[in-house]
């Protein structure tokens, strides 16, 4: 198989539909597709919550950076109503407990978007302070949470019990926070996760707050998020709005909001000069990949194009429910090297070429060498070149995506202050009437006023 198709454009004002085989059997009606600047966003529409029939004091809805406001670090946001406090993602930079979760009340309920460290490293810690807190993810972040935790420093046994505690949610079904929170509360709370497109895994989050009006008050928690598709993963799949079903409120990521290099290329033309590279290749071709990063996608796409890569063991648990395992070759360090030497593609992880990973370790083996979005830590001996295949959406899906949602209010988050200052620019200059906010660290901004 070639390059990953891009989505189709749509034009926005005409709202024409278009059912993926692959998923409209699940809601009615199907599948739409609303289109942004440079890539559209795939969206569903979830059956309405109807108006309750009982009185309900108006509750203030706030939203709490804890952590990751205005700066690319760990994130951990709280959002809270009638005395329930959700927790959205539970970050930490290093393998201690953060300095925010000191700050932190207790929460009623956690969701972790994904398996990264900076949205689940804080995990541990969390689950020492308040043991019966339950955490909530997709089952594929709940399987690659111990991977995740293990990668982090976590002892296998210690990132396995963590890994365990996770309390599975599906996806594109609505659940009830109730479920999983002691708060007799939450009862006005529920949610639906809607796939990032960002790695295995990875969703955003719909909540719904009970409000005691026609509807309930909606915010949607993007978390990091990717609009196109990569091999084997699906770009994001955002709820279709409109007047019948407005999203209030949407907190937005903003990794890749200034890196003008990935508005620049197509991920299907790069992904295309990828595969023309391993085709071309005179000896053995090496792939430098983060473990959990685009690991899995790379062999996806390799196995697709119709080679039979050598994977580094190390990366097994991550690619492995992806792909056949009679479709690639599983081997430590010696087997890889090997390989190398008959000509074969071998992914590694190690995307800095690090002399500590096994990339770096390979590189001297390789006859070429391909480093993906990240600029290597070091030159290889060996011809290299840079792929950008990224996993973030780049600044023209970051506007698209609020436009197309187009909610009341939007939060910039999970980015340098600059990055998100110059986003917000872009994002009022493209015609968004509603607010932009982007709050400090510690900050609490209040929704419903």
């Known amino acids: 198989m070639g390059a990953p198709k891009p989505n189709r454009r749509i034009n926005i004002a005409k709202r024409l539909s278009g059912i993926s085989p692959r998923r409209h059997s699940i809601f009615s009606p199907p599948f739409l597709l609303l289109a942004m600047p440079t890539l559209p966003v795939k969206g569903i529409v979830p059956k309405p919550r109807l108006a309750t029939k009982r009185r309900i004091v108006m509750s203030e809805i706030s939203f709490e950076a804890a952590c990751g406001a205005a700066e690319l670090t760990a994130n951990a946001y709280l959002v809270q109503a009638h005395g329930v406090r959700l927790l959205l993602d539970a970050g930490a930079r290093q393998n201690r407990a953060p300095a925010w979760l000191d700050a932190l009340e207790a929460p009623d309920a956690c969701w972790l978007s994904h398996a990264h460290w900076d949205h689940l490293g804080a995990l541990g810690p969390l689950k020492a302070r308040w043991p019966r807190l339950t955490c909530l993810a997709t089952s594929q972040t709940r399987r690659l949470a111990r991977h995740a935790l293990a990668l982090g420093g976590l002892d296998g046994d210690r990132a396995s019990a963590l890994a365990s505690q996770l309390q599975s949610v599906p996806e594109r079904q609505y659940f009830e926070l109730s479920t999983y929170a002691d708060n007799p509360a939450a009862q006005k709370f529920r949610a639906m996760v809607f796939e990032a497109g960002h790695i295995p895994g990875a969703g955003m989050l719909l909540v719904e707050v009970d409000v005691g009006q026609e509807r309930p008050f909606r915010i949607l928690y993007t978390s990091d998020f990717c609009g196109h598709d990569q091999p084997g993963v699906p ?108 000509g074969k593609v071998v992914v590694a992880p190690g995307e800095g070429l690090q002399r500590s990973t096994p990339a770096g370790r390979l590189a001297d083996a390789a006859g070429a060498v391909a480093v993906l979005n990240r600029k290597p830590r070091r030159k290889a001996a060996a011809p290299s070149e840079r792929f950008l295949l990224g996993n973030h959406a780049p600044r023209g899906q970051l506007v698209g995506a609020v436009n197309a ?34 709050p400090k660290t510690g900050e609490t901004v209040p929704l419903s006023s």
């Open 405 to 438: 949602v187009n909610p009341s209010k939007v939060i910039l988050v999970h980015g340098h202050k600059s990055q998100l200052f110059s986003l917000k620019r872009a994002i009022e200059k493209s015609g968004y009437a509603g607010e932009v906010l982007i």
């Open 235 to 342: 770009g994001a799949l955002f709820p279709r709005t409109g007047q019948a079903f407005p999203i209030d409120v949407m907190v937005m990521e903003g990794v890749l909001a200034t890196r003008k290099e990935y508005d620049e290329v197509s991920y299907a033309d790069e992904w295309a000069r990828f595969q023309q590279w391993t085709a071309n290749r005179t000896g053995g071709a090496l792939v430098a990949v983060s473990t959990l990063g685009e690991a899995a996608q790379v062999v996806s796409g390799l196995v697709e194009a119709g080679e039979r890569p050598v994977v580094h063991r190390m990366l097994e648990p991550v690619v492995g429910k992806l792909v056949d395992k009679q479709s690639v070759e599983f081997g430590d360090e010696t087997h890889a090297r090997r390989a190398l030497g008959l």
